[in-house]
């Protein structure tokens, strides 16, 4: 399955803040979308999954457009998203959240059980039990990355899912994406943190100010250091 963009514009209310944004995503790939707060990463995210009122422009599935469909479309069609503020039942278990996600199984897509993401994400394991909202930020994160491949999306829009994160926890999570990459899941990474990508992308786009600045591989951006004080530095 592949995801892509062509001149994608958004606006909210008068402001315009996407600009010609041109960006693809194929099964069993990890592409960072990388920039600094503000630079447009989660409003591409809300335009790809059709949350905004307002865009111009393409959005495809497998060369067929989907920007007029709406939210939960998208999402049958094989696309999960994980919002940047986690979003658990907090009321519910860890378990009692996994199957809340849970859908039918696709043809194209790897297929998800509890105890496959147990194996990706241990810490889950121990707290199957446990009332979400009794768990650590980063346990949460885990939990909604968890609860969403439960609808067995062939593609997977993650925004920033490093952020706030202690170091322990954000290398149990590069080890969790770069597991689900082996299953065939194409993910795309919104995030600020340089390293965190080098972990996990083999690609990367950087947007600046609603236009895409660098499009190519993990290497090519880090043998350029000039794109990293240019656009990345804070």
Do not use: C
């Amino acid at each position: 399955m592949k995801l892509s963009t062509r001149g994608l514009n958004a606006w909210y209310g008068p402001a315009h803040i996407l600009f010609n944004v041109d960006v693809a995503l194929a099964s069993g790939e990890v592409v960072a979308l990388l920039g600094r707060n503000g630079a447009g990463k989660s409003t591409l995210f809300r335009s790809v999954m059709g949350l905004l009122a307002r865009t111009s422009g393409e959005v495809q599935l497998d060369d067929r457009p989907i920007q007029a469909l709406e939210p939960y479309e998208i999402a049958r069609r094989g696309i999960g998203y994980v919002p940047e503020d986690r979003r658990v039942f907090t009321e519910l278990t860890v378990e009692e959240n996994l199957i809340v996600g849970q859908r039918p199984p696709r043809p194209d897509a790897p297929r998800w059980t509890p105890e496959q993401l147990y194996t990706i994400f241990p810490n889950l394991r121990e707290m199957r039990r446990r009332p979400s909202g009794r768990m650590s930020g980063g346990e949460q994160q885990m939990l909604t990355i968890a609860r969403t491949l439960m609808g067995n999306p062939a593609l997977v829009l993650l925004d920033e899912p490093s952020e706030g994160l202690a170091p322990r926890i954000v290398e149990q999570m590069a080890s969790a994406i770069l597991l689900m990459k082996t299953q065939g899941l194409g993910i795309l990474v919104s995030e600020q943190n340089l390293h965190f990508a080098r972990l996990i992308a083999d690609r990367a786009y950087i947007i600046e100010k609603g236009h895409i600045r660098f499009a190519g591989t993990m290497a090519e951006l880090t043998a350029d250091p000039a794109l990293k004080d240019a656009y990345l530095a804070l």
